[in-house]
T-cell receptor, first 113, second 111 residues
Framework: DAGITQSPRHKVTETGTPVTLRCHQT?????MYWYRQDPGHGLRLIHY???????DKGEVSDGYSVSRSKTEDFLLTLESATSSQTSVYFC????????????FGEGSWLTVV | GENVEQHPSTLSVQEGDSAVIKCTYS??????FPWYKQELGKRPQLIID?????GEKKDQRIAVTLNKTAKHFSLHITETQPEDSAVYFC??????????FGGGTRLMVKP
């Protein structure tokens, strides 16, 4: 499983509330990613990080922010959740130890009502 | 940026038959092409990948072929089994850059 843990795994929240998803890795990989998966859209990159405090936007970053204060943790925050952000969120890692291959966490199912 | 198209979106085969999924990409500089398998409710998992310095790679019943001139690559599964039923994603990138995924293919293997 490449030592990736996501939390929470399932969450139901109300529109307008802030939500933070956490990704924790134990193998010191340099790169961490947040993807969302929706029917008909496959996997789309939200944000990624290439080191502590180094982050950048992906193709669907609007409405999301991220932080990486430690190598092992990458947080995804929805400042004010909307129903369009109902999705499955996957954290992923890559780096020299993974041969630059991307490995995914188990996913976080978020429902915004 | 890179754009990856994947076909078909659904594929139904009889157990024992072969299945082929095709992807095309737009960035001629892309040189890394992984395939992921995702079972229902689970994470995508890498099943095979290929880099642009080879045209074909095999791993037991799975093979991937790459045609850099035409900018397409394909996943071939032979002797399909019910446990091959899943959604398969192709992806492309320049080595070290962000992966761009295709839209996925739902493969159903009928016993």
């Amino acid at each position: 499983d490449a030592g990736i843990t996501q939390s929470p795994r399932h969450k139901v929240t109300e529109t307008g509330t802030p939500v933070t998803l956490r990704c924790h890795q134990t193998e010191n990989h340099r790169y961490m990613y947040w993807y969302r998966q929706d029917p008909g859209h496959g996997l789309r990159l939200i944000h990624y990080s290439y080191g502590v405090k180094d982050t950048d936007k992906g193709e669907v970053s609007d409405g999301y922010s991220v932080s990486r204060s430690k190598t092992e943790d990458f947080l995804l925050t929805l400042e004010s959740a909307t129903s369009s952000q109902t999705s499955v969120y996957f954290c992923a890692i890559s780096g020299q130890r993974s041969g630059n291959t991307i490995y995914f966490g188990e996913g976080s199912w978020l429902t915004v009502v | 940026g890179e754009n990856v198209e994947q076909h078909p979106s659904t594929l139904s085969v009889q157990e024992g038959d072969s299945a082929v999924i095709k992807c095309t990409y737009s960035d001629s500089a892309s040189n890394y092409f992984p395939w992921y398998k995702q079972e229902l409710g689970k994470r995508p998992q890498l099943i095979i990948d290929i880099r642009s310095n080879v045209g074909e790679k095999k791993d037991q019943r799975i093979a991937v072929t790459l045609n850099k001139t035409a900018k397409h690559f394909s996943l071939h599964i032979t002797e399909t089994q019910p446990e091959d039923s899943a959604v398969y994603f192709c992806a492309a990138s320049r080595e070290g850059n962000m992966l761009t995924f295709g839209g996925g293919t739902r493969l159903m293997v009928k016993p």
